[in-house]
């Protein structure tokens, strides 16, 4: 992880790879609706999603009164949400994606050519046989650099079954992938991360949310976070230091998190959605 290379676009040992004819210099526009909801701001907080009930928002049929924007919700966390009409896709492309996409960079890159710098899983179980799908990123953790906006970030989302949150399973054709995220540089969770695939008259619709400053101290081994102060916090002993460093942190600020999330998010979706 430490020595992988970090870069923009595509190299020429990523134009011999298999896949390479699906690579483009330039990730597709947003859709419309993304434009109006950066240009309303935020919105009410009581439309903010909230840990404790966004499994049950997202299982009703029909849509909320916050599908695209951003806000801080009644419990304190910044909410973005992002809906993305993706026709053709299934949620059983979804399911094989979220683990293909991140068994080598070249694959990640795929995904948004001008802000995906680096994707790679703790566990590699791509040649593991007998397993789902599902259960090649479930329970796994995904190591990604990006640029967010103009600020690259280096990150961490450890995938979780979503019957943690409260999600029935799916029916054929539906998807939901969820996960809690933080940063790779440090052992601090900091965001919830929710995507629901479900059936729509074009082939399905991406319901995402981002719950984000809701933060806690993990207990890690040293070797899974990659600075040096990160490894130190890891330590046994040091670990109640990293609570100290966590609650003198600055939390991520709405003005700036909102806009730029919710650009990312649907540029990304979009994109993907047109070759997936």
């Known amino acids: 992880?430490?020595?992988?290379?970090?870069?923009?676009?595509?190299?020429?040992?990523?134009?011999?790879?298999?896949?390479?004819?699906?690579?483009?210099?330039?990730?597709?526009?947003?859709?419309?609706?993304?434009?109006?909801?950066?240009?309303?701001?935020?919105?009410?907080?009581?439309?903010?999603?909230?840990?404790?009930?966004?499994?049950?928002?997202?299982?009703?049929?029909?849509?909320?009164?916050?599908?695209?924007?951003?806000?801080?919700?009644?419990?304190?966390?910044?909410?973005v949400a992002v809906l993305t009409d993706m026709p053709g896709v299934?949620?059983?492309?979804?399911?094989?994606?979220?683990?293909?996409?991140?068994?080598?960079p070249a694959r990640y890159k795929l995904w948004h050519p001008e802000a995906h710098l680096f994707a790679g899983y703790a566990e590699d179980r791509s040649r593991s046989r007998g397993l789902s799908d599902?259960?090649?990123?479930?329970?796994?953790?995904?190591?990604?650099?990006?640029?967010?906006?103009?600020?690259?970030?280096?990150l961490r989302a450890s995938f979780l079954d979503p019957a943690n949150l409260g999600f029935e399973p799916c029916r054929a054709g539906e998807t939901v992938i969820t996960a809690r995220g933080g940063l790779s540089t440090v052992p601090l969770a900091a965001a919830w991360l929710i995507h629901q695939?479900?059936?729509?008259?074009?082939?399905?619709?991406?319901?995402?949310?981002?719950i984000i400053n809701d933060l806690k101290v993990l207990r890690l081994p040293a070797h899974s976070v990659t600075t040096g102060i990160g490894r130190l916090l890891s330590m046994p002993g040091l670990n109640d230091l990293a609570g100290m460093v966590m609650n003198g942190s600055k939390p991520a600020r709405l003005h700036e998190v909102g806009p730029?999330?919710?650009?990312?998010?649907?540029?990304?979706?979009?994109?993907?959605?047109?070759f997936l």
């Not at 695939?197 to 981002?210: A, T």
């Not at 649907?266 to 959605?273: C, D, I, K, T, V």
């Open 197 to 210: 695939v479900r059936r729509s008259p074009s082939g399905s619709e991406m319901r995402s949310r981002f």
């Open 90 to 104: 299934t949620g059983e492309m979804w399911d094989w994606w979220a683990w293909w996409h991140a068994v080598e």
């Open 1 to 79: 992880y430490v020595i992988e290379p970090r870069y923009l676009g595509y190299r020429d040992e990523d134009r011999r790879k298999p896949y390479a004819r699906f690579f483009q210099e330039r990730a597709r526009p947003v859709q419309a609706h993304v434009k109006d909801a950066l240009l309303a701001g935020p919105v009410a907080a009581e439309f903010g999603t909230r840990k404790s009930t966004v499994a049950a928002e997202l299982s009703r049929p029909g849509y909320l009164p916050l599908e695209t924007g951003y806000t801080i919700n009644e419990d304190g966390h910044i909410v």
């Open 134 to 154: 599902r259960d090649r990123y479930v329970g796994n953790t995904c190591y990604i650099d990006e640029y967010i906006g103009h600020t690259k970030s280096r």
């Open 260 to 274: 730029a999330m919710l650009y990312h998010c649907a540029q990304e979706m979009n994109h993907l959605a047109s």
